[in-house]
């Protein structure tokens, strides 16, 4: 009857052990879940930093094209 109250001592403390592990885990894991949608938050703002600019350059240089092809068919007399 002692083996047997050593053995359930022994496991009770193994069970605390494996209960901590595991908590411990998931709290790590939340911390990696979390800077993962941390990450991807940042990417969109990126992308679409990137669009905007890309837009606005896109522009400016269609208007650019636009008034040099203006002026080049002014010169050349063809209205």
Known sequence: MADDKK????????????????????EKEDKMQTQINQLAIEIAILKTKAAMIGGFWGALVGG????VVAVFLYKVGVK
Do not use: P, Q, T, Y
Not at 7 to 26: C, S
Not at 64 to 67: K, L, P, T
């Open 64 to 67: 650019i094209v636009s008034i």
């Open 7 to 26: 053995l359930n001592n022994g496991w009770n403390e193994w069970a605390h052990r494996v209960l901590g592990d595991i908590e411990r885990l998931d």
